[in-house]
């Protein structure tokens, strides 16, 4: 049953990658694309899909395509950015708290556990709140609350590793422990981070659409799929595909992702266990 | 059950196997795990399916059970007749009835067969419930009768225990109560001793015994252990392959093994009366059962092998005394080879033989008083409550050249003995000298440039290499640290004659660890070892791993290497017959103390200490001398807590008033034997 499910998910593995080059396509070329995300014309507003634009206008007549397009800059720059801060910080202070141990180790544990005692997203909305909105600050908001996972995990992997044996046989080796780090430490707990960052980049998308959503993301004119969803709401009976264009499109990105950090996570899996 | 008993005396098959394959296919191939097999377990009798590890035996006795991981797993032929029902051909829904009812299974790990989250009492009443029609009172009253039968102290307290309050021995006894719950007519017992200690084996085998006589079940028992077998056996099949390649009486068996395999187990015993010589080897490695053989499946590692035996496969014979074994040398038909291969045997042994060292005695390590505690914290702020004195005051030296085994139960302080040692845990007090360097006081940087003096070898050959590297990094990885070897090239050139030392081939050193079996792992840590041309190499457990075959190449390699390059080894085990095989010097260890220390020759012929004589008698040797086995009572302390007084004094049948008070001094017997007991005071 297991194995049937999983041939079927090989098959279905090539469209989320697919979503995934296009989302990082428009996010890099969307600037360059002869697009007019912020023209107002009022005599097409709230205009449905149809022969005029294929995802039809928004409330001040702007063309939803093109506002789309442009909201995956935003929100694939955001992911990228916490996810690279996150791991910078969290996979340092996870190796150096479980390398070296002692009181450090006890300090980052306790801190780990009353960051893991807040809601995430809330603290992110109330740092976001504080510094007021924009890009950087996202960044900086979810980078908070981000960086804890990572850590976690990567202490915990480093704790596990340190027990083998081989390590062992390298300190009595005689090998420096910068050396014993790169060599013996490093290459055995990057898979499972590498995993956790791909599924981190889905949660980020859904956060910074939901800060953006509350209005501490992106400025307008701006766009970003969560603040085009916001714009949305208040015509939702009247012009549904305001709010369905920018939530589909966000939930087919996160997904895709979802699909492929399943998909590392099992390449992964398969070296480890030949190489048991 | 007075009933059932007076059928099951009534001698005769209980069950019947005939043809059983079982395959495992993946995408690529079809494995034949278990490829044709016949026999009969008669009732009341124990039944030994004899070895080593990837034969198939494990998987010989799921398919009895149809336990063969589905969809992978599948039974494809054959027949398991219990009395006259055929188990292949019941439901699912039936097969359920005989199970643990009819025929119950144990197995090796008992820290895995037991739920963590339910009381031992809960789990074995589970199973009363399960196969008979008890009340809930009457089925609590039968299981602590079960718990009572299985040797479990106080039965009414444990019964409210979870097993992680449970010795291991403890837990396999609770296994055991579990199968018996159901009062099977067979007992699967799959190498229900192997994660055992010696002393706690004897407790466990014992008790099956007792049990036998007592039900009057029949026990199949899955083994690789010749020693087991030769204790408790009545019949004996040998696996090689997939399939049985010889079946005998027990005393027919160890007396006279007819196929060229069983014959070739016995010799790799390392044995006392062997230390002179090598210890004969399998050549190759066993077969891969993805193949259709079209000759005996032995022949490529058989002495005896010619021309038929690599074009025809063999027919089951009947030797005259009622076994029979798969071989073409007792066909009849075949005509033998004009060369008995016994003299080519004989020829490789003379050569083989070697020379003893000279006497020669320099000290290369004294180790003097060494204690190593743990702290145990508790608490927010990690306070200390206590000490755990993994080694307690120990001292030890070890001559050039020499052999010293420090042997002893899981849990005694001996591997935290090479650990200290090597210092990769610091000791707490104490002095470790090697030549005339103190390395405990060196700092970490000196320490560093002198480490590649000591070497170690560690027990698990799959964990102790970086599966992401390759062999050359591997081995190299002690030169550059060392700054030994010259330059990239030169060292490339001494991987690969580290790699032919240890047996590989240069052209090994491309590849990762995973490519590996068990045995060629331990060859390449050996080569990593050696690259930094070590004086000592603490050897922790190396063998026990591998199996027999397996075991005893690396001991003739070490062996050789000891005299070739005049290594010294301080050599950690629980396994005394390896000991007398290798060592030339033999430290006893208890809780942290040595207890015994002599030449090997004077500890194992002439044991003082209580627990030495225990721990000698405990383990099952091929040879039926009679000897009466010494029973510990319990199991040992915690080395939180040692017991006040002689550590030993709970467990030991001579201990007086004088043991509770004091540990007793080093009282020397030779000059040479020293040990620890008031006996001798």
Same mark, same amino acid.
């Given at each position: 049953?297991?194995?049937?499910?999983?041939?079927?998910?090989?098959?279905?593995?090539?469209?989320?990658?697919?979503?995934?080059?296009?989302?990082?396509?428009?996010?890099?070329?969307?600037?360059?694309?002869?697009?007019?995300?912020?023209?107002?014309?009022?005599?097409?507003?709230?205009?449905?899909?149809?022969?005029?634009?294929?995802?039809?206008?928004?409330?001040?007549?702007?063309?939803?395509?093109?506002?789309?397009?442009?909201?995956?800059?935003?929100?694939?720059?955001?992911?990228?950015?916490?996810?690279?801060?996150?791991?910078?910080?969290?996979?340092? =202070?996870? &190796?150096?708290?479980?390398?070296?141990?002692?009181?450090?180790?006890?300090?980052?544990?306790?801190?780990?556990?009353?960051?893991?005692?807040?809601?995430?997203?809330?603290?992110?909305?109330?740092?976001?709140?504080?510094?007021?909105?924009?890009?950087?600050?996202?960044?900086?908001?979810?980078?908070?609350?981000?960086?804890?996972?990572?850590?976690?995990?990567?202490?915990?992997?480093?704790?596990?590793?340190?027990?083998?044996?081989?390590?062992?046989?390298?300190?009595?080796?005689?090998?420096?422990?910068?050396?014993?780090?790169?060599?013996?430490?490093?290459?055995?707990?990057?898979?499972? &981070?590498?995993?956790?960052?791909?599924?981190?980049?889905?949660?980020?998308?859904?956060?910074?659409?939901?800060?953006?959503?509350?209005?501490?993301?992106?400025?307008?004119?701006?766009?970003?799929?969560?603040?085009?969803?916001?714009?949305?709401?208040?015509?939702? =009976?009247?012009?549904?595909?305001?709010? =369905?264009?920018?939530?589909?499109?966000?939930?087919?990105?996160?997904?895709?992702?979802?699909?492929?950090?399943?998909?590392?996570?099992?390449?992964?899996?398969?070296?480890?266990?030949?190489?048991? | 059950?007075?009933?059932?008993?007076?059928?099951?005396?009534?001698?005769?098959?209980?069950?019947?196997?005939?043809?059983?394959?079982?395959?495992?296919?993946?995408?690529?191939?079809?494995?034949?795990?278990?490829?044709?097999?016949?026999?009969?377990?008669?009732?009341?009798?124990?039944?030994?399916?004899?070895? %080593?590890?990837?034969?198939?035996?494990?998987?010989?006795? +799921?398919?009895?059970?149809?336990?063969?991981?589905?969809?992978?797993?599948?039974?494809?032929?054959?027949? !398991?007749? +219990?009395?006259?029902?055929?188990?292949?051909?019941?439901?699912?829904?039936?097969?359920?009835?005989?199970?643990?009812?009819?025929?119950?299974?144990?197995?090796?790990?008992?820290?895995?067969?037991?739920?963590?989250?339910?009381?031992?009492?809960?789990?074995?009443?589970?199973?009363?419930?399960?196969?008979?029609?008890?009340?809930?009172?009457?089925?609590?009253?039968?299981?602590?009768?079960?718990?009572?039968?299985?040797?479990?102290?106080?039965?009414?307290?444990?019964?409210?225990?979870?097993?992680?309050?449970?010795?291991?021995?403890?837990?396999?006894?609770?296994?055991?109560?579990?199968?018996?719950?159901?009062?099977?007519?067979?007992?699967?017992?799959?190498?229900?001793?192997?994660?055992?200690?010696?002393?706690?084996?004897?407790?466990?085998?014992?008790?099956?015994?007792?049990?036998?006589?007592?039900?009057?079940?029949?026990?199949?028992?899955?083994?690789?252990?010749?020693?087991?077998?030769?204790?408790?056996?009545?019949?004996?099949?040998?696996?090689?392959?997939?399939?049985?390649?010889?079946?005998?009486?027990?005393?027919?068996?160890?007396?006279?093994? #007819?196929?060229?395999?069983?014959?070739?187990?016995?010799?790799?015993?390392?044995?006392?009366?062997?230390?002179?010589?090598?210890?004969?080897?399998?050549?190759?490695?066993?077969?891969?059962?993805?193949?259709?053989?079209?000759?005996?499946?032995?022949?490529?590692?058989?002495?005896?092998?010619?021309?038929?035996?690599?074009?025809?496969?063999?027919?089951?014979?009947?030797?005259?005394?009622?076994?029979?074994?798969?071989?073409?040398?007792?066909?009849?038909?075949?005509?033998?080879?004009?060369?008995?291969?016994?003299?080519?045997?004989?020829?490789?042994?003379?050569?083989?033989?070697?020379?003893?060292?000279?006497?020669?005695?320099?000290?290369?390590?004294?180790?003097?008083?060494?204690?190593?505690?743990?702290?145990? #914290?508790?608490?927010?702020?990690?306070?200390?409550?206590?000490?755990?004195?993994?080694?307690?005051?120990?001292?030890?030296?070890?001559?050039?050249?020499?052999?010293?085994? +420090?042997?002893?139960?899981?849990?005694?302080?001996?591997?935290?003995?090479?650990?200290?040692? +090597?210092?990769?845990?610091?000791?707490?007090?104490?002095?470790?000298?090697?030549?005339?360097?103190?390395?405990?006081?060196?700092?970490?940087?000196?320490?560093?440039?002198?480490?590649?003096?000591?070497?170690?070898?560690?027990?698990?050959?799959?964990?102790?290499?970086?599966?992401?590297?390759? !062999?050359?990094?591997?081995?190299?990885?002690?030169?550059?640290? #060392?700054?030994?070897?010259?330059?990239?090239?030169?060292? %490339?050139?001494?991987?690969?004659?580290?790699?032919?030392?240890?047996?590989?081939?240069?052209?090994?050193?491309?590849?990762?660890?995973?490519?590996?079996?068990?045995?060629?792992?331990?060859?390449?840590?050996?080569?990593?070892?050696?690259?930094?041309?070590?004086?000592?190499?603490?050897?922790?457990?190396?063998?026990?791993?591998?199996?027999?075959?397996?075991?005893?190449?690396?001991?003739?390699?070490?062996?050789?290497?000891?005299?070739?390059?005049?290594?010294?080894?301080?050599?950690?085990?629980?396994?005394?017959? !390896?000991?007398?095989?290798?060592?030339?010097?033999?430290?006893?260890?208890?809780?942290?103390?040595?207890? %015994?220390?002599?030449?090997?020759?004077?500890?194992?012929?002439?044991?003082?200490?209580?627990?030495?004589?225990?721990?000698?008698?405990?383990?099952?040797?091929?040879?039926?001398?009679?000897?009466?086995?010494?029973?510990?009572?319990?199991?040992?302390?915690?080395?939180?807590?040692?017991? !006040?007084?002689?550590?030993?004094?709970?467990?030991?049948?001579?201990?007086?008033?004088?043991?509770?008070?004091?540990?007793?001094?080093?009282?020397?017997?030779?000059?040479?034997?020293?040990?620890?007991?008031?006996?001798?005071?």
């Amino acid at each position: 049953m297991k194995a049937k499910t999983h041939k079927s998910l090989r098959i279905l593995a090539h469209w989320p990658i697919a979503i995934i080059i296009c989302w990082c396509l428009f996010a890099l070329l969307g600037p360059l694309l002869p697009l007019q995300p912020n023209e107002i014309d009022l005599t097409r507003i709230l205009l449905p899909p149809g022969e005029a634009s294929v995802l039809g206008y928004d409330d001040l007549g702007r063309p939803i395509f093109d506002r789309v397009i442009l909201g995956a800059k935003t929100s694939f720059l955001v992911s990228l950015w916490v996810v690279i801060v996150s791991l910078l910080i969290g996979v340092t =202070l996870g &190796i150096v708290s479980a390398y070296y141990g002692g009181w450090f180790d006890h300090v980052v544990v306790q801190i780990i556990d009353i960051f893991l005692a807040f809601p995430g997203i809330l603290l992110a909305i109330a740092l976001a709140g504080i510094m007021g909105p924009g890009i950087e600050n996202v960044v900086i908001a979810l980078s908070t609350v981000g960086w804890v996972g990572y850590a976690r995990l990567t202490r915990a992997q480093v704790l596990s590793v340190k027990q083998r044996e081989h390590i062992q046989a390298a300190v009595a080796l005689g090998s420096q422990s910068t050396s014993i780090f790169y060599k013996h430490i490093l290459p055995l707990i990057l898979a499972p &981070i590498i995993v956790e960052a791909s599924f981190g980049i889905a949660g980020i998308v859904i956060a910074e659409a939901g800060l953006s959503f509350l209005g501490l993301g992106v400025q307008p004119p701006e766009a970003s799929w969560g603040n085009m969803i916001r714009d949305g709401a208040r015509y939702l =009976l009247v012009a549904p595909h305001m709010v =369905l264009v920018p939530g589909i499109v966000l939930m087919l990105v996160v997904l895709a992702v979802n699909l492929a950090g399943d998909r590392l996570r099992d390449y992964f899996d398969v070296r480890l266990r030949s190489s048991v | 059950m007075a009933k059932q008993n007076s059928k099951q005396n009534e001698p005769g098959p209980l069950l019947t196997v005939t043809g059983l394959k079982t395959w495992f296919e993946t995408s690529d191939q079809t494995v034949r795990a278990v490829d044709g097999v016949d026999f009969t377990i008669n009732k009341g009798e124990t039944f030994a399916l004899l070895g %080593e590890s990837g034969c198939g035996k494990s998987m010989t006795s +799921l398919s009895l059970m149809r336990l063969v991981p589905e969809p992978a797993g599948r039974i494809v032929a054959g027949s !398991v007749k +219990l009395h006259d029902e055929d188990l292949l051909q019941h439901t699912e829904k039936q097969m359920r009835n005989v199970r643990g009812k009819r025929i119950a299974m144990i197995f090796q790990e008992p820290m895995t067969s037991l739920n963590p989250v339910l009381t031992i009492g809960r789990q074995i009443r589970e199973t009363v419930s399960r196969h008979s029609r008890f009340g809930d009172f009457s089925a609590k009253k039968r299981t602590l009768e079960l718990l009572e039968a299985v040797g479990i102290p106080d039965p009414k307290r444990r019964y409210e225990e979870y097993p992680h309050q449970l010795s291991g021995g403890m837990k396999q006894r609770v296994m055991i109560a579990i199968a018996l719950a159901g009062d099977p007519e067979l007992l699967i017992a799959d190498e229900p001793t192997t994660a055992l200690d010696v002393t706690i084996q004897a407790q466990v085998l014992d008790l099956l015994k007792k049990l036998q006589k007592d039900t009057g079940m029949a026990i199949m028992l899955i083994t690789h252990d010749l020693g087991v077998v030769a204790k408790m056996a009545d019949r004996v099949a040998v696996m090689y392959a997939g399939q049985i390649v010889e079946q005998a009486d027990r005393n027919q068996f160890f007396s006279n093994p #007819q196929h060229p395999y069983s014959k070739k187990l016995f010799d790799s015993l390392p044995t006392m009366t062997k230390r002179d010589q090598h210890l004969a080897v399998i050549r190759g490695s066993v077969p891969s059962l993805a193949q259709v053989f079209k000759g005996c499946r032995f022949e490529p590692r058989c002495d005896y092998a010619w021309d038929v035996c690599r074009n025809l496969v063999p027919r089951w014979c009947d030797t005259n005394n009622g076994g029979g074994a798969l071989c073409h040398l007792l066909d009849p038909e075949q005509e033998r080879p004009a060369k008995t291969p016994d003299e080519k045997t004989k020829a490789v042994e003379t050569e083989a033989v070697i020379r003893k060292i000279s006497a020669a005695k320099t000290q290369l390590l004294h180790v003097d008083g060494l204690k190593i505690h743990f702290p145990v #914290q508790k608490g927010l702020f990690k306070r200390t409550v206590g000490f755990v004195k993994a080694v307690d005051d120990l001292s030890l030296e070890i001559p050039k050249g020499k052999t010293l085994a +420090l042997v002893g139960e899981s849990g005694c302080g001996k591997t935290t003995v090479g650990k200290g040692i +090597l210092q990769l845990v610091r000791p707490t007090a104490g002095c470790v000298k090697l030549e005339d360097v103190q390395l405990n006081r060196l700092k970490p940087k000196e320490l560093r440039g002198k480490r590649r003096d000591v070497q170690i070898i560690f027990q698990d050959p799959f964990s102790s290499m970086n599966p992401r590297m390759m !062999v050359k990094d591997i081995i190299e990885e002690g030169m550059i640290a #060392q700054k030994v070897g010259g330059d990239a090239k030169q060292r %490339e050139t001494r991987v690969e004659e580290l790699l032919e030392q240890v047996g590989l081939s240069a052209e090994h050193k491309l590849r990762y660890p995973h490519e590996f079996s068990g045995g060629q792992r331990q060859r390449i840590c050996i080569a990593r070892a050696l690259a930094v041309e070590p004086k000592l190499i603490i050897c922790d457990e190396p063998t026990s791993a591998l199996d027999v075959s397996v075991q005893a190449q690396i001991l003739n390699l070490l062996k050789d290497l000891q005299v070739k390059l005049g290594l010294s080894y301080l050599f950690i085990t629980h396994n005394l017959s !390896v000991v007398e095989y290798l060592a030339h010097e033999i430290a006893v260890m208890y809780l942290g103390r040595i207890v %015994e220390y002599g030449q090997v020759e004077e500890v194992m012929n002439n044991p003082m200490h209580p627990y030495t004589k225990a721990l000698l008698s405990a383990v099952p040797t091929i040879e039926n001398d009679g000897r009466e086995v010494i029973k510990l009572r319990g199991e040992m302390p915690s080395p939180v807590n040692p017991p !006040v007084g002689c550590h030993f004094n709970p467990r030991c049948a001579h201990a007086k008033q004088k043991c509770r008070n004091g540990y007793p001094d080093p009282h020397a017997v030779t000059e040479t034997h020293k040990v620890r007991c008031f006996l001798y005071d």
